[in-house]
DNA sequence: AATTAATACAACCGCACATCA
DNA sequence: TTGATGTGCGGTTGTATTAAT
C-alpha cells in the first residue's frame, strides 16, 4: 500500500524555479498564507509539487531570509553547536536567524568540513585527527586495531594526497634545510607530461614521501599499542594537544584558526576534560552527550581546562602530535607533521 | 579558446513524526 | 484507535558557475 505520493510526478515542472514561478508563488502566499501545500501550486497557477513550493519558500523565498555569505561568527556558530548536536540542521538554524538548514547544511558539506580538516581536525568528531588515532591504538584488540588503524591511514593519506595538491610541503627538504620544490612542479614534476601528477608520477618522490610517512605513522601507532599493550589495561585518555603553546585560557593558540578568527581549542570544544569515556567526547549528540549542560543545548567551555600541559611533545622544524601519559610510560609520537599539513587550506 | 575539474548552491527524495477527523 | 494527510528533516543528487590546465 503505502501512502499516495503528494502530487502527480508526472505533470508536475521540476529542477530550477523561474522568477516568473517565484513571483506567482510569492504573490499567493502574502494573500494567502502558507496552509495546505498540496493546493497552493494549484491555486497559485504553478505546475510544481506542493512540497517543492514549500521547499522553495522556506529555503529561498521566505523574505526573512540572509543570502550573504557567512559571518566568520556565525561560521563558529555552526561548528561549536555541531559538535554538540552533530548533523541536526534545524537545531543549528534555529539558532542563527536568516538562515536555514539547507543553507547550513551546504556551508558545511562545502566549506566548513574542509576548513576543519585542514586543520588536522575530525569534522565528524571534532578532535585532532591524532586523537582518534590513539583511540584507535589503545581501544581496541590488536587485530581489529590492525585493521582500523589500516583504514584510518588510508583516509589520512587522502587528506594528505589533497593537501600536497593544495600546498607546497615537502617533509626531507624541510629537515635537510634544502628549500622545498615549488608546488606546481611537485604536482607536475615533468613539465612535458600535464597527465604526470604526484599521484603516478614514477621518480616519484611526493608519492614516496607520503608512503614513507605513511610508513613513520604505522610504526609510530604500533609502537603506542606495544606500549600500551605491556602495561595494565588502564584507559587513561589522554590530551593529545598540538605541541603548541596551548595557551593559558586553554585555546590552541597554534591553530591556525585561532588567528583568523575561526578558533578551535580544547576548550572550546566539548568536554575535552571528561576523560571517562572517549566516546562521549567523540560523538557527542543531543542524543548521547554527557555534557553538563545538555539539558540547555550546549556544554560548559570554560570547565576542564586545565588538562595536563605536561602531555605535549616538541620537535624542532615541525608540529608534532603526540602525547606524553603516566599511564604510557613514556612519549608517544603519533606522527609528525609538518605546520603546512595542519594549516587550513587558504 | 577549449576543455576539464572543482565548487557552491538549489532542489529532490524518502523517511519519520505530528495532527486531525 | 486508526488511517490519511501534512510537515520537518537529513541525505543525496543535479546543475550552474568558476578555476585550472
Not at 49 to 77: A, I, M, V
Not at 139 to 151: F, K
Not at 217 to 231: F, G, L, N, T
Not at 301 to 317: A, C, L, P, Q, S
Request: net charge neutral; aromatic share 6%.
Amino acid at each position: 500500500m503505502g501512502r499516495i505520493p503528494c502530487c502527480e510526478k508526472d505533470n508536475v515542472k521540476r529542477g530550477q524555479w523561474t522568477p516568473e514561478e517565484d513571483n506567482k508563488l510569492s504573490a499567493y502566499i502574502a494573500q494567502h498564507g502558507t496552509r495546505n501545500w498540496r493546493l497552493i501550486p494549484k491555486n497559485a497557477g504553478l505546475q510544481r509539487c506542493g512540497k517543492s513550493c514549500r521547499l522553495r519558500w522556506t529555503n529561498y523565498l521566505r523574505p526573512d531570509l540572509k543570502h550573504g555569505e557567512f559571518s566568520e561568527s556565525e561560521e563558529q556558530t555552526i561548528v561549536k553547536l555541531h559538535s554538540v548536536v552533530g548533523n541536526r540542521w534545524s537545531l543549528i538554524a534555529a539558532q542563527l536567524p536568516g538562515r536555514t538548514d539547507n543553507d547550513i547544511k551546504n556551508h558545511w558539506n562545502t566549506k566548513l568540513k574542509k576548513k576543519l580538516s585542514g586543520m588536522g581536525i575530525d569534522p565528524v568528531t571534532h578532535k585532532p585527527f591524532s586523537h582518534l588515532m590513539a583511540e584507535i591504538a589503545t581501544t581496541l584488540a590488536p587485530p581489529q586495531v590492525a585493521h582500523l588503524t589500516e583504514a584510518a591511514l588510508g583516509c589520512f593519506k587522502d587528506e594528505m594526497l589533497h593537501l600536497l595538491s593544495k600546498k607546497r610541503v615537502d617533509f626531507q627538504f624541510q629537515q635537510s634545510g634544502i628549500s622545498p620544490p615549488r608546488y606546481d612542479s611537485l604536482v607536475h614534476p615533468n613539465a612535458n607530461h600535464p597527465a604526470s601528477t604526484a599521484y603516478n608520477n614514477i621518480s616519484g618522490k611526493p608519492d614516496d614521501r607520503i608512503d614513507e610517512t605513511i610508513q613513520k605513522i604505522k610504526m609510530s601507532v604500533s609502537r603506542a599499542m606495544q606500549q600500551e599493550h605491556e602495561k595494565p589495561l588502564i584507559r587513561p585518555w589522554p590530551m593529545i594537544t598540538s605541541t603548541e603553546e596551548t595557551s593559558d585560557d586553554g585555546f590552541m593558540d597554534g591553530f591556525p584558526g585561532s588567528a583568523s578568527g575561526f578558533q578551535y581549542g580544547p576548550s572550546s570544544y566539548g568536554n575535552e576534560g571528561d576523560i571517562s569515556s572517549p566516546w562521549n567526547q567523540s560523538i557527542c549528540t543531543g542524543s548521547n552527550c554527557t555534557g553538563g549542560d545538555q539539558q540547555n543545548g550546549l556544554h560548559d567551555k570554560g570547565k576542564d581546562r586545565d588538562v595536563d600541559m605536561d602531555r605535549e611533545h616538541t620537535d624542532i622544524g615541525a608540529k608534532t602530535i603526540g602525547l606524553k601519559s603516566s599511564e604510557f610510560g613514556a612519549d608517544c609520537v603519533l606522527w609528525d607533521l609538518s605546520n603546512d599539513l595542519i594549516n587550513p587550506i587558504v
